[in-house]
């Protein structure tokens, strides 16, 4: 009889946590519409054509693992208020590590000087991801 392993590694699609509903969300009069949902995976940063740099934030410890509606809302706060306001954003549950099954997940928060709603740009493979969304303006 062959021996199993008790021990479980957490993975991108092994989440407990059920993933936000919200298809947009405004801040102001500003409307950021949901174009991706996923886990696995991070958005090239490279795909954007932008003037402006790629601004990342960690929402640590005020935002738990189990929140994503409220780390959504709190990227979209963030990405407005660069200078000048950021029209798109992607917000990812990042694992400390998955290969050692380290599990303490907080929430990193990217934002996008230009329109960052290409699907296609969520294509960087990244174990360690284990929810991930993309909100941008008027998609």
Same mark, same amino acid.
């Given at each position: 009889?062959? +021996?199993?392993?008790? +021990?479980?590694?957490?993975?991108?699609?092994?989440?407990?946590?059920?993933p936000c509903?919200?298809? /947009?969300?405004?801040?102001?009069?500003?409307i950021?519409?949901?174009?991706?949902?996923?886990a =696995?995976?991070?958005? *090239?940063?490279s795909?954007?054509?932008?003037?402006?740099?790629?601004?990342?934030?960690? $929402?640590?410890? %005020?935002?738990?693992?189990?929140?994503?509606? +409220?780390?959504?809302?709190?990227?979209a706060?963030?990405? $407005?208020?660069?200078?000048? +306001?950021?029209a798109?954003?992607?917000?990812? $549950?990042?694992?400390? /590590?998955v @290969?050692?099954?380290? %599990?303490?997940?907080? %929430?990193?928060?990217?934002?996008?000087?230009? *329109?960052g /709603? *290409?699907? =296609? @740009?969520?294509d960087? =493979?990244?174990?360690?991801?284990?929810?991930?969304?993309?909100? @941008?303006?008027?998609?």
């Amino acid at each position: 009889m062959a +021996a199993t392993s008790s +021990a479980t590694t957490p993975t991108a699609t092994a989440t407990s946590y059920p993933p936000c509903p919200e298809s /947009s969300v405004t801040v102001g009069q500003v409307i950021f519409d949901r174009y991706y949902i996923g886990a =696995g995976y991070t958005h *090239d940063d490279s795909s954007s054509s932008t003037t402006f740099p790629t601004v990342t934030d960690i $929402l640590y410890g %005020w935002v738990p693992a189990t929140e994503p509606c +409220a780390a959504i809302d709190a990227c979209a706060i963030f990405a $407005l208020a660069q200078s000048p +306001a950021y029209a798109s954003f992607a917000v990812q $549950l990042v694992a400390d /590590s998955v @290969a050692t099954a380290v %599990w303490n997940p907080v %929430w990193e928060c990217v934002a996008f000087e230009m *329109d960052g /709603s *290409d699907v =296609g @740009a969520f294509d960087v =493979g990244n174990s360690s991801i284990v929810e991930a969304y993309g909100f @941008a303006v008027g998609t």
